[in-house]
């Protein structure tokens, strides 16, 4: 299984730093890679919606509500690092109304209302006028073993640009290692985007019906 230790040192390996055993040593590499990590991980867990990392959660009201804007206040959980999308929004992408769908759609040159989920990120709670509020969204995932491994290289490639130039001193070696990143993170996305199957979409019967 791949350890923190194993990651740190993969990107020490593409720095041409020297390998350590433990984030708590007083060398130069140790000290860059552990003051890295967490942040780079949550970075770039935070950057695309990677399978290993999605949740799912259906959140409590608050007992405060908004003062004004919106009607209900829910509390995001303690590991979320982005909320994907609200249950409406996934319904509306299934009718093919688009995740961005605003409640109006026209029809024969006429505007017609569907409900739509709006909210608004606050803090550490999400704002919504829906009295039920359920969220796809990317969690804080520190257990190495879940990582995908397309992740786990990619993960790497990253530390090692943040800590390349604390390690080399070299401005050209971060650029380096930043158009090797561009290319793995496009392989990554691409094998993210494959698992599972194809969301199949289909038109809204309630669109049918009124035409």
């Given amino acids: 299984m791949v350890a923190p230790i194993d990651i740190c040192n993969a990107a020490l390996m593409r720095v041409g730093g020297n390998a350590i055993t433990s984030l708590t040593e007083n060398t130069v590499a140790a000290k860059a890679c552990n003051a890295s990590y967490d942040i780079v991980r949550r970075d770039l867990l935070r950057s695309h919606p990677w399978n290993f990392a999605l949740k799912y959660a259906e959140l409590a009201q608050d007992a405060t509500k908004p003062i004004f804007g919106y009607d209900f206040s829910f509390t995001l959980p303690s590991d979320c690092l982005r909320v994907i999308s609200t249950a409406e929004q996934e319904e509306n992408n299934y009718l093919g109304l688009g995740s961005d769908f605003?409640?109006?759609?026209?029809?024969?040159?006429?505007?017609?209302?569907?409900?739509?989920?709006?909210?608004?990120?606050?803090?550490?709670?999400?704002?919504s006028n829906n009295n039920k509020m359920l969220i796809k969204y990317i969690s804080d995932v520190e257990d190495t073993s879940l990582f995908d491994p397309s992740f786990i290289e990619l993960f790497a490639v990253r530390l090692a640009m943040t800590i390349s130039y604390k390690i080399t001193g070299s401005v050209q070696a971060r650029a380096d290692l930043e158009r090797e990143f561009q290319y793995l993170l496009t392989n990554a996305m691409q094998v993210n985007g494959q698992e599972g199957t194809r969301e199949r979409i289909e038109r809204s019967l309630w669109l049918v019906s009124r035409r």
């Fill in 102 to 127: 605003n409640g109006f759609v026209t029809i024969s040159s006429s505007v017609d209302y569907a409900m739509s989920d709006q909210y608004k990120i606050i803090g550490r709670h999400i704002y």
